[in-house]
């Protein structure tokens, strides 16, 4: 299993400004994910992000809105930039790693819960 | 294309009582299911996962699915409900067939609230 951190846990933000928000995990992972959770709705992976390369966005999130950091294999940053009201949402952090199962699990970390004003 | 449907917004069942959250998915390879909870102002948390094997998998805090590959479904049952169960479910696939998508696809997600 991973166990994952995210800080800040929550934080309300004023429009126009941007928040970083931290993910660590307790191993040493290839793969990392964002995912955001807006009102209401399911999980939309944003951004996959591996460590010694760019980040891969999905479709309709680019990097200079959610730039993100990848430095090393147990930590990763998510910026939202130049926020709007329509930013405001749970995002998650996620990881894959090998289970009991022998098969790959994903895990999340605890969300950060983002309110734009 | 993997995709997966909950057609329940809202689950309501009475503690003690048997419930049901339903998921139908669709994949092109073999599915990889699961099915995750989230509790008020909490992250995910996995609670259990259909690869290959028995049919009927068991989870955490007592719940089980049933994988039904003619139906395409792989529901979520607990025999009887508890109050803090709760709670917003999630159920996701992926694909299993080599080449498929590594990533999951999750459900809109069904809240779950069991009456006193």
């Known amino acids: 299993s991973a166990v994952i951190s995210q800080k800040p846990s929550r934080d309300i933000c004023q429009r126009g400004t941007s928040l970083t928000i931290q993910c660590q995990v307790d191993s040493q992972v290839t793969m990392m994910f964002w995912y955001r959770q807006q009102p209401g709705q399911s999980l939309t992976l944003i951004a996959t992000a591996n460590q010694g390369s760019e980040a891969t966005y999905e479709s309709g999130f680019v990097i200079d809105k959610f730039p993100i950091s990848r430095p090393n294999l147990t930590f990763s940053t998510l910026t939202v930039s130049n926020m709007s009201p329509e930013d405001s949402s749970i995002y998650l952090c996620?990881?894959?790693?090998?289970?009991?199962?022998?098969?790959?699990?994903?895990?999340f970390g605890p969300g950060t819960r983002l309110t734009v004003l | 294309a993997q995709s997966v449907a909950q057609p329940e917004d809202q689950v309501n069942v009475a503690e003690g009582n048997p419930l049901t959250v339903k998921c139908t998915y669709s994949?092109?390879?073999?599915?990889?299911l699961f099915w995750y909870v989230q509790y008020p102002n909490r992250g995910l948390q996995f609670l259990l996962k259909y690869i290959t094997g028995d049919n009927l998998v068991k989870g955490s805090y007592g719940f089980e699915a049933e994988f039904n590959k003619s139906q395409t479904s792989f529901h979520l049952k607990k025999p009887s409900a508890l109050v803090s169960d709760s709670a917003l479910y999630f159920c996701a696939v992926r694909d299993g067939k080599a080449g498929g998508s590594y990533i999951p696809t999750f459900g809109r997600g069904t809240s779950l609230i069991v009456h006193p």
């Open positions: 994949v092109s390879g073999n599915p990889y």
């Open positions: 996620s990881v894959e790693v090998l289970g009991a199962s022998g098969y790959n699990e994903q895990f």
